[in-house]
C-alpha cells in the first residue's frame, strides 16, 4: 500500500505495525511515502518528491530539519511519552549516583581486590570518602512536566523528596498525571534558590538553548545538584564547568557528553542511555508507526512538530487535505472550487499552527487529478492528496 523507509535500527514491534496494514517497508526502499527513524540526521540529506511524512521513534527531533519539511508539507511526528518510563527510571537512578560516590566506590573496590586479607578492613578505611546526603527531606526541582517530568516529580514525593515543579506550556493532560504533592513554581528563579537537585526535562529549542547558564546558575544553592535528560545544547557547557571547579555545582549529570564537559570535574555521563530499553524502543516504534500510518491512510495528524494536530472521523467518498499557510480567504477558496464542481461537502475541518493550517474535507463525490492540481496550484498551498 505505502512504501515505508526505515533508517537506523528500528524495533520489530514497530515495523510489524506497518507490515500487517500492507505497507513495504525496508532500509532501500525506492520513492518512499514515509521515513521511518530514530537518530538519522536528516539535515544534509536530500528528501524525496515522494515524500509525505516522517516519523521519528522518539521525542527528541534535532536531527530533522522540520522548518524545510513544513514549506515542503512534509509533516514530521515524535513519539513524545512513549520513553518516559525509561528515562524516568534512569532519573531516579542519578539522582542517588549524584548524591554519593557510589561509581567512584565500586572502582576503589576493584583497585583493592589483590589485596587478599587486608580487604575489609580497607573498605571500613575507604568508604567514608564516598558518602554522599540522603535524598529524604531534600527539594527537587523539576524543570519541564511533560510526560517524563511529571513522572520525575511523582517519584521523587513518593521517596519523600520536596518536590516542586515548573512548566509555563503544562498540558491538561500533563496536570492530571501529576502528584498533588508537587508544588507549582511560577518562574524557573523559584526552581533555582529553593532546589537541592535539579532535574532537566524540557525540549531543545532556540528558546531553552543555553537556559542554564552562568546568570541562571548564579541564582541556585551552593552545591547544587543537576541532572540533564533534556539535551546538551540546554546547558552551557563553559558556565557549567566553571561552577563546577569552583563548587557552586556539586555534581552534574547528563546525557549527552561532549569534549567540553567530559573535562569538567564533577561530571557523571552517559551515552545517551536514558530510552535505551527494549520495551521504550517498543513502545516508541509502534506509536510513531501508528501515527504515520494514519496520516497516509486517513490523512490524520497527531503528535507534529511541525504542523497543526488535526483528526477526523471519516465521512463521503473521498478526502481532500490540503496543506497551507496559515492566510486569510484559504479555507473559501478550496470550498469555492468545490462548490463549482457541485460536489457536496460531507464533512470538514481546519486546524491551524503558527504559520501553517491544514483542512481536511471530505466529499460526497471523488475528485479527479485536474480538481487537486487546481488546488495545488493556488498560492500558499504547500500540499493537497486526495484519499
Known sequence: MFNIK?????????????????????????????????????????????????ARAGAGYNNIPVEECAEKGIVVFNSPGANAEAVKEQEICTLVLSSRDILGSIEFVKSIAHRGDEIPKLVEKGKSDFAGPELLGKTLGVVGLGATGALVANAAVALGME???????????????????????????????????????????????????????????DGVRIINESRAEVVDDIAMTEALKSGKVAKYVTDFPNETILKAPNVIAMPHLGACTPESEDRCAIMAANQLYDYLKN??????????????SRMGVCRLCVIHRNVPGMINRILELISRLNINVEHMIN?????????????????????????????????????
Not at 506497518?18 to 514515509?34: A, F, T
Not at 540526521?41 to 511524512?53: G, N, W, Y
Open 163 to 221: 518536590v516542586y515543579g515548573y512548566d509555563p506550556f503544562m498540558s491538561v493532560e500533563a496536570a492530571w498525571q501529576l502528584s498533588r504533592d508537587v508544588e507549582r513554581a511560577e518562574t524557573a528563579d523559584e526552581i533555582f534558590s529553593r532546589s537541592d537537585y535539579i532535574s532537566i526535562n524540557v525540549p531543545y529549542t532556540e528558546k531553552t538553548r543555553h537556559m542554564f547558564n552562568s546568570a541562571a546558575i548564579a541564582r541556585m544553592k
Open 351 to 387: 486546524k491551524p499552527r503558527g504559520g501553517y493550517a491544514c483542512t481536511i474535507v471530505d466529499l460526497g463525490e471523488k475528485i479527479g487529478n485536474d480538481t487537486a492540481r487546481s488546488i495545488a496550484e493556488m498560492d500558499n498551498v504547500l500540499r493537497v492528496r486526495v484519499i
Open 299 to 312: 490523512g490524520n495528524i497527531k503528535n507534529s512538530v511541525n504542523l497543526p494536530d488535526v483528526s477526523l
Open 6 to 54: 526505515t533508517m537506523n535500527s528500528i524495533s520489530p514491534a514497530g515495523i510489524e505495525v506497518l507490515v500487517k496494514k500492507g505497507c513495504n517497508v525496508g532500509e532501500n526502499m525506492e520513492e518512499p511515502e514515509g521515513l521511518l527513524l530514530r537518530s538519522a540526521d536528516l539535515h544534509e540529506k536530500v528528501l524525496p518528491e515522494s515524500l509525505l511524512a516522517i
